[in-house]
Nanobody, 130 residues
Framework: QVQLVESGGGLVQPGGSLRLSCAAS????????MGWFRQAPGKEREFVAT???????????WYTDSVKGRFTISRDAAENTVSLQMNSLNPEDTAVYYC????????????????????WGQGTQVTVST
């Protein structure tokens, strides 16, 4: 049984940083995308970032525009983990963040589609507030 377990959420002040981590078990996602979505209260689920190992030390990475330059996704494909370093957080980043994994080798045009991810974690709350 595949499980994705997130950690690292919490409360942070505007301008602060948090690091989310996710560990997958039950199968290897070494060659497949893992990433993050988020859902704020009263809003639809939104793509944040995803990454896929493409060989050696090379990874493809995709981000939604609102987090580019502030968030960094990283991956240890051998360890079946994915992390999201979030800097310069603002209240609009407040949401439940979900770790996701796909069994399809996604391309840029499909990476942001939630329907292309087969596995989801339970979510971790991130709250940005004074």
């Amino acid at each position: 049984q595949v499980q994705l377990v997130e950690s690292g959420g919490g409360l942070v002040q505007p301008g602060g940083s948090l690091r989310l981590s996710c560990a997958a078990s039950g199968r290897s996602f070494r060659e497949y995308p893992m990433g993050w979505f988020r859902q704020a209260p009263g809003k639809e689920r939104e793509f944040v970032a995803t990454t896929r190992w493409i060989g050696g030390a090379a990874y493809q990475k995709w981000y939604t525009d609102s987090v580019k330059g502030r968030f960094t996704i990283s991956r240890d494909a051998a360890e079946n983990t994915v992390s999201l370093q979030m800097n310069s957080l603002n209240p609009e980043d407040t949401a439940v963040y979900y770790c996701v994994a796909s069994s399809t080798r996604l391309i840029a045009s499909s990476a942001s589609n939630s329907g292309n991810y087969d596995y989801w974690g339970q979510g971790t709350q991130v709250t940005v507030s004074t």
